[in-house]
C-alpha cells in the first residue's frame, strides 16, 4: 500500500468500438490504434475473424496474432500476454464478442457445465464459467498496453427513407457481450452504416459532445495527448496563454500545438482572435 500523488500518465485507455457487420469495426479500430501509439509497429490486432485484419495491411506494417476457434477466455489471455511481451504499445482485440458468444467462449461454456450436472441448474453453473471470464476482464484492465476493443452488435432491420422512398436499414443494437463490459471502459463508440461513430461513454470528455464523426488516427492522437498531459498542459495554463497571444500567428500556433483541447477552448481561440483583430485595427486607425 502506498500514497502518492495522482497521475493520469500511468493509466491506459480503454476504447470499446461496437457496430453492425459492416460498419468498419476493424479497420476503424487500426486506424485509432495508430493515432494512440503513432508507429504501426507499436500495434498489433489479436484478429479472430479469419484473418480479417490482414486484408488492411496496406495501411501499415502492424502485427496480427491470428486466434481460431475455440475461443475460450484463457486463448485471449495467452494472446494478451504475447503482445505484452513483445513490447506492443496498443492491443486491438477484434472481436471480444467471441469471448462471451463465439464458439468455445463463455455462453458455450456454460452450456456445456449445466450439462454436465445430475440435477442441470443454471445458475450454479456460472460459479465455473465467471472466474474464466473475470480472468479475462483482469487481463485487460491490468495490461500495460492501451486496448480496443471491437464489439458485433445484434442486427436489425428498420424502415428508413431513401429517395422518396421507404427502403430497409440495416442497424446495430445492444452489443454482443456480457452486460457490464462497458464499465471498464475510458471511452465507447458504436458506429452506423456510414461508419460514422457516436460517443456513449467519454470519461475524458473529448469525444461525448461531438456530432457522429468517422474514426481517424488525429481522433486517437487527441486521445493520446489528453493522456499524456501533465499540470503544465491544463485548461487553465492553455487558456492563459490564449490570453498573452498578440498575433493571429501566433494564436494559431498555439491552437496547432494542443489538439486534444480544441474543441473545449474553443470559444477562447475565437474571442482572443476577435481581440487581436479589434487591435490591428485600432493600431491601423491611429498610425493614419
Known sequence: MKLEKSSKKKSKVRISIAGASGSGKSYSSILLGQGLCNDFRKLCIIDCEHFSASLYSSLGEYNVINLEPPFHPDKYIEAIKLAESAGMEVIVLDTASHVWSGKGGCLELHEKETAKMKVPNSFTAWNVVTPLYQKFIDAIVSSPCHIISTLRSKTEYILAERNGRQAPQKVGMAPMMRDGYEFEQSICLE???????FCTKDRIGLLQDKEPFVITPDV??????????????????????ISQCKTLPELLELYKAYPAYRDVLKPKFEQQKKRILIN?????????
Open 220 to 241: 486517437g492522437r487527441k486521445i493520446i495527448q489528453w493522456y499524456n498531459a501533465d499540470t503544465e498542459t491544463s485548461v487553465d495554463v492553455i487558456t492563459d496563454k
Open 280 to 288: 490591428e485595427d485600432v493600431t491601423k486607425e491611429l498610425s493614419n
Open 191 to 197: 458506429l452506423d452504416q456510414n461508419h460514422k461513430a
